[in-house]
């Protein structure tokens, strides 16, 4: 089994111009603050709530100017081009919920992974890492 990281390319593609501050207002009363600005290392299901939207791309921080079919959004979840929502869905969709939105005309989704898996990390001189192992991991294709 292998596993892969998705990890933005600011040197090649454009950033997606939304933060949670613009649908803060959205959540519900009973999340602080705080479980808002990490809603997916909270786990929160956002799809109840989740307001329209319509946003661009910036250039990327490093003057990148590509538009990415899949890319991280807010460290944790993933934004899918329509393509890429298209052909990803139904392998997805057990493992989370996807969020519209509309980015330049095109009807975007975000991946809100709510799937957790158990890590162990190991730590050495030179780095941390995290270790999966297949009984932790299942079944699972996202987490």
Same mark, same amino acid.
């Given at each position: 089994?292998? $596993?892969?990281?998705?990890?933005?390319? %600011?040197?090649?593609?454009?950033?997606?111009? &939304?933060?949670?501050?613009?649908? $803060?207002?959205?959540?519900?009363?009973?999340? +602080?603050?705080?479980?808002?600005?990490?809603?997916?290392?909270?786990? $929160?299901?956002?799809?109840?709530? /989740?307001?329209?939207?319509?946003?661009?791309?910036?250039?990327?921080?490093?003057?990148?100017?590509?538009?990415?079919? $899949?890319? +991280? /959004?807010?460290?944790? +979840?993933? #934004? &899918?081009?329509?393509?890429?929502?298209?052909?990803?869905?139904?392998?997805?969709?057990? /493992?989370?919920?996807?969020?519209?939105?509309? *980015?330049?005309?095109?009807?975007?989704?975000?991946?809100?992974? #709510?799937?957790?898996?158990?890590?162990?990390?190991?730590?050495?001189? *030179? %780095?941390?890492?995290? *270790?999966?192992?297949?009984? %932790?991991?299942?079944?699972?294709?996202?987490?």
């Amino acid at each position: 089994m292998n $596993i892969y990281a998705v990890r933005q390319d %600011n040197y090649k593609y454009r950033d997606l111009d &939304l933060h949670v501050d613009d649908f $803060i207002e959205a959540f519900p009363e009973k999340y +602080t603050l705080q479980d808002c600005m990490r809603f997916s290392e909270s786990n $929160i299901a956002l799809s109840s709530f /989740w307001p329209a939207m319509q946003t661009e791309f910036l250039p990327g921080e490093e003057g990148g100017d590509l538009i990415p079919d $899949i890319t +991280t /959004w807010m460290n944790a +979840t993933l #934004l &899918l081009s329509p393509q890429a929502h298209r052909l990803l869905e139904d392998l997805m969709k057990p /493992w989370g919920e996807f969020l519209p939105i509309v *980015v330049s005309d095109q009807h975007y989704q975000i991946f809100n992974c #709510l799937n957790m898996v158990d890590a162990v990390k190991e730590e050495s001189v *030179v %780095n941390e890492k995290l *270790v999966f192992t297949n009984k %932790n991991i299942g079944e699972s294709l996202l987490f």
